[in-house]
Each structure stands twice: as C-alpha cells, then as structure tokens.
C-alpha cells in the first residue's frame, strides 16, 4: 500500500473523467431507483409508504448531517493534498473520527428520547400500524449510525478524486436496493422487513468503504496526536455547517410533518415522490460540482485564486445547463412520465414534481460558489444568514397553509428563498481575492438568462399532446434538442465552443485509443 499522492489541483481533464463517471453511476443508479420506488410502493402501498417515509425521514433527515459533516471533512481532507502535507492529513482523520464518535453518541440519546417521544405522540399514524412504525423508526437509528461511521471515509475517497470507487459503491448499494424488493413477499408484515433490510445495505455499505480506505490509504491508519487548536477548528467549522444543515432539515421534514397534519400520509406519499424526482435531476449537476469540489479546495490552498474562479465561472454556468437540459424535457411531460413510472401517482404528485426542480434549478446556479466559501473556512456569518433564510421555509409554509393557500404555494415559496441563497452565496465571494460580480454577471448571469427564457417559451410552443410512450419520446427528444441547441448557441462563448470540442475530442480519443489498442490484441 503507497501513500497516494494529491492531483494537480487544476486538471480539466481529470474533472470530465470524474463527471462522466458519476454521470455513469447516476444513470445506472436512476434507473434502478425509479423501477425500485414503483416496486416498493405497489408492495407496501400508499399509507405504508407515507408511513416509512415520514417515521424514517425523521431518522433519515440526519442524513443530511453526513452530507455536511462529509463537506467539512473534505474541505480539511483537499487542503491536506492541496499542500502536499499527508502528516497533518493523518491527524486531521483521527480527529475527524473522534468528532464523529461523539455525534453518535448524541444522536443515540437524542434519537431515542425526544424523536421517540414525537412518532408516538405527535405524528399521524393509524393505531393499527404504530407497532410497525416504531420498528421503522428503530431500524433507521441503526441505519443513520452506520451511514455516519461511512462519512469520513467517503469524504477521503472524494479528496483523493477516486470517483470510479465512489461511483462502484453507490451502483453495489443500488442494486442491493433493488435485490430487497423482491424478498418482501418472503415476510408478513412488509414495512417491517423494509426497514430491516434496508438498514442492512448500510451496514455493507459502510464495512466496503472502510475495508477499502484501509488498504488503500495509510492517513487511516489511526496514530494518535492530539492537536487541541485543530480540533477546536474543525468543530467550529462542522460546526457551523450544521447549522446550515439543520435549516435545511427544518425546511424538508419540518415541511413534510406540515404536510402530515394538515392533509394526512397521501400527500406525504407524493412529497416523498417528488422530492425523488428532484434529488435524481439535480444530480446531473452535483456531479459536475462534486467532482470541481476537490480541485476547487486544492486551488484555494495554494493560492491559485485566478484558476479557481475560472472554475467557479464556468462550473456555475455548466452545472446550471446541465440542470436545465433534463429539467426542461421533464417538466413539459411529468405527467405522462409519472402515470408511466407510478400508474396512479398520488395526488399533487406533479405539481409539487413542477416546482421542486424549479427549486432545484436555481440552486444549482450557485453550487461552485458553495465550494469556494467553504474552502476559505470563514462561513460563520455566511452560515448563519443562509440558515436564516432557509428556515423561513417553515414559518412561511405554516402561515400559507393556515390562512388556506393551496398547497403547492408552499414551494413557490420556496424557489423565491432559494433564489435569496443565491445571493447571498455571490455577495460573500467578494472576500477572496480576484472575484469580480461583473465578470460573473457577463460569464454566468447573462448567458444563462439568455438561454432560459427562450427555451421555456419554444418548449411551450412546440409542446405536444401524447398519449403514447413513441409520441413522449419524441416530444421529451425535441425540447431536449432545441435545450441543447440554445444552451450551444447562445450560452457559451465562441472561445468556449472551441475549448469544449478540444477537451472532448481528447478525452473520447483516448478512449477510442484505448478501445483500438484492445481490439487489435483480441
């Protein structure tokens, strides 16, 4: 086993290597989730699945504490390989784990006190099922600890830019996924075996990411040095972001329990759809901006300010297009699509499916200026004014819910705060050296401006009325065309046209190469 050494901070052609293989994963792993989530739901049924949606979301919404905890680990984790400084790396994972043991244990008391407190006395569940909901609720405690104890080791996974391992676990976790559907015909009670066996594919996921860390990186290998001053850092930092994490919690579970008081388990059914459907499309621009993450971090350490923000320029314009090309055929053919994938999808599946990408859409606008601001460390007040406006979620929901707005207002709501966290992550870019908000506004803003509005109001001229899965796939193939066609034209440069073919003729020679070379031996 080598100490492995960190990547050129600033490497186009390692960042497409990296973003097509998690868009491979992302595919092989949508398509598998979609035929999953239709199979679960015709066996455990609507007011199951709301019911294991709503109990184990109030476990799983802790999950959102990995993703930030992962964020801050691998801001310290980049930084380390950015520098070349592998001795404070090493101690950074053990302090990392420790700071991870102690979560565990507070969410333990927590968990099994307060949150139990709330699925058996405030939630609404029929009497006949609360046995099975409290099985659920347990069996995703167990589920969160392993997902936790994973976190570190994803997080040195994605420093070192290793995504081809990133990208094996997550399809081995998929398919695993799916593997279980079938055998809920072999238990009595469905919903109880789900649970069960789901917090077993945690327990192999976590066991495959550690074994492989293990035997692949010696800042694993646990060598005890304490250093008080970083310590007393990083839990600042992680800190911090929780904080930014528990606003979004508020906002997602606190809006679904909403959901659960005023309209019951069906509607939590399709918010638990609909919030799928968004987290499967605004992957295909996190993994543009999760494989820029790393060298974005390299860059800062080093004081490359200049390469950073080019990154930052043209990965917020990417990772908005490459949004926009999956949203647009999507959202002018959601119905069909989920009559399609769902047969009867619950009510306001596809409103609230409409306005949850939109959200999404404007969120991944200001993805690489996430990354930029964590790297530079000092996120307290920008945690603290982003936390601020995300949990004005709940407030606002209640208040329109309670005063008899419809439902979906709630999430148009939401896309207008979001756009308000976009701001707010520009406004603080400004601290680094060699930010200019009119070089973002010419570079990003303009461009994607320019392609937006034209392309919702084409896709809305040509739109057809199908009744056919040939006469969707040709309508969802046209908007898809006429997005790409404007997104080319229109939103890049012609020096960026020029940069793109050049970067994708050499990264797809290679391959051909590749491919030729083990032809002619075979």
Not at 301 to 307: F, K, L, R, S, T
Not at 371 to 391: D, E, K, W
Request: proline share 3%.
């Amino acid at each position: 086993m080598n100490q492995r050494k960190a990547n050129n901070p600033i490497n186009a052609k390692r960042m497409l290597k990296n973003t097509g293989m998690l868009y491979m994963r992302h595919l092989f792993i949508l398509g598998i989730n979609l035929f999953t989530v239709r199979l679960v739901l015709n066996a455990l049924g609507a007011e199951d699945f709301g019911i294991y949606n709503v109990v184990a979301g109030i476990v799983l919404m802790c999950s959102f504490f990995c993703g930030t905890m992962a964020t801050s680990s691998q801001r310290y984790f980049s930084i380390d390989l950015g520098k070349q400084d592998h001795v404070h790396l090493s101690q950074t994972f053990t302090l990392t784990l420790v700071i991870y043991a102690l979560l565990a244990i507070l969410f333990v008391v927590m968990a099994e006190s307060m949150g139990l407190w709330f699925v058996n006395h405030k939630l609404t569940i029929p009497i006949a099922r609360m046995f099975a909901a409290n099985c659920i609720y347990q069996t995703s405690i167990v589920a969160f600890l392993f997902t936790l104890i994973t976190t570190p080791f994803l997080a040195l996974v994605i420093s070192y830019e290793d995504m081809q391992i990133y990208a094996y676990f997550s399809i081995l976790e998929a398919i695993l996924k799916l593997v279980i559907v079938w055998l809920l015909g072999l238990w009595p009670d469905k919903l109880i075996a789900y649970g069960i066996l789901m917090a077993t594919i945690s327990v192999v996921h976590a066991t495959l990411y550690i074994y492989y860390c293990v035997s692949n990186y010696r800042e694993t290998h646990l060598h005890w040095i304490w250093n008080g001053p970083l310590f007393k850092e990083i839990i600042v930092f992680s800190s911090w972001n929780l904080f930014g994490t528990v606003s979004n919690l508020i906002k997602i579970q606190g809006t679904n329990i909403l959901l659960n008081m005023f309209y019951g388990p069906l509607l939590n059914a399709a918010q638990s759809l609909a919030s799928q459907v968004r987290t499967a499309v605004s992957m295909f621009s996190n993994n543009f901006s999760q494989a820029m993450r790393p060298q974005i971090s390299k860059s800062y350490a080093i004081a490359n300010y200049q390469g950073m923000f080019r990154l930052v320029y043209i990965g917020s314009k990417m990772a908005y297009f490459l949004m926009l090309l999956i949203l647009i055929p999507l959202f002018f053919n959601i119905g069909y699509i989920l009559e399609l994938w769902l047969k009867n999808p619950p009510p306001y599946t596809i409103i609230f499916v409409k306005l949850l990408m939109i959200e999404a859409l404007i969120e991944s606008l200001s993805q690489p200026m996430a990354s930029v601001n964590q790297a530079t460390g000092r996120i307290a007040l920008y945690q603290f004014l982003i936390g601020c406006v995300v949990i004005l979620n709940l407030p606002v929901a209640y208040g329109l819910l309670k005063k008899g707005f419809p439902v979906s207002s709630i999430y148009v709501a939401a896309c207008i705060l979001m756009a308000g966290v976009d701001l707010i992550r520009l406004i603080f870019l400004k601290r680094v050296d060699g930010f200019s908000y009119w070089a973002f506004v010419r570079q990003v803003f303009f461009p994607v401006c320019l392609v937006t509005l034209p392309c919702f109001i084409i896709c809305k001229l040509f739109s057809l009325n199908h009744h056919t899965l040939v006469s969707c796939g040709l309508d969802v193939i046209t908007k898809a065309s006429i997005t790409l066609f404007l997104i080319w034209e229109l939103g890049f440069s012609s020096q960026e046209r020029k940069k793109t073919i050049s970067l994708l003729k050499n990264y797809g020679g290679t391959y051909w190469y590749a491919f030729r070379k083990l032809a002619c031996r075979n």
